[in-house]
């Protein structure tokens, strides 16, 4: 059981560069999330998604885009890239029954991404 | 604006001891706490959790104590071993919001 699966792991990107996060899990989970770690501080939300077709910004979710076309896959998209978005990526899945409950989240290894 | 903030980066324990992580945090809608657990190159991990209508979860070596007066929780780890070295994280949420808050980590050293 793979869990959830991050490619690339690592990356460089020149400035203005687009590219794509990928993200997958095979738990049947309904919600995923994308966080970003920057050094020396907490994860931080870029977007989250309820289920396939629905998806809503986080607190960071500038120079993001994100789409789920179906349950398994998540994937992170980044337009024009910029320094400001060398970090490492995290993306989450959880299953999410109702609204009450801790919210336990299932997280990939991790993608780092250095703009230049 | 930190809502959750651990304000020890780092903490050395030696093996068999007890360690201690702390967690403050300012929004007072919070109602449930977590910790993961994140070694190098891996993706954090879930350890514990503790709702707020709670003031201790014990599972194991591991224990978490709410103190909701204070807006402070803490993780004891009984006793400490090399294999806890990693960075601790405290998360907390609000029921119906779909975000969980980080703090920044305490990353802990176990000396054998």
């Known amino acids: 059981n793979a869990g959830v699966t991050q490619t690339p792991k690592f990356r460089i990107l020149k400035i203005g560069q687009s590219m794509t996060l990928q993200c997958a899990q095979d738990m049947n989970h309904n919600y995923m999330y994308w966080y970003r770690q920057d050094p020396g501080m907490g994860l931080k939300l870029i977007y989250y998604?309820?289920?396939?077709?629905?998806?809503d910004k986080g607190e960071v979710p500038n120079g993001y885009n994100v789409s789920r076309s179906t349950t398994e896959d998540f994937p992170l998209r980044l337009e024009l890239a910029a320094p400001s978005q060398t970090s490492v990526y995290f993306c989450a899945s959880s299953l999410r029954k109702g609204a009450t409950g801790a919210n336990v989240l299932t997280f990939g290894a991790g993608s780092r991404l250095t703009v230049l | 604006d930190q809502q959750v903030k651990q304000n020890s980066p780092s903490l050395s324990v030696q093996e068999g001891r007890i360690s201690i992580l702390n967690c403050d945090y300012t929004?007072?809608?919070?109602?449930?706490f977590l910790w993961y657990k994140k070694y190098p190159a891996e993706g954090p991990t879930f350890l514990i959790s503790i709702s707020s209508i709670k003031d201790k979860n014990e599972d194991g070596r591991f224990t978490v104590f709410l103190n909701k007066s204070a807006k402070h929780l803490s993780l004891h780890i009984v006793p400490s071993q090399p294999g806890d070295s990693a960075v601790y994280f405290c998360a907390a949420s609000v029921t119906g919001a779909n975000n969980l808050f980080f703090g920044t980590g305490t990353r802990l050293t176990v000396i054998p």
């Open positions: 998604s309820v289920g396939a077709g629905i998806t």
């Open positions: 929004n007072s809608m919070f109602d449930y």
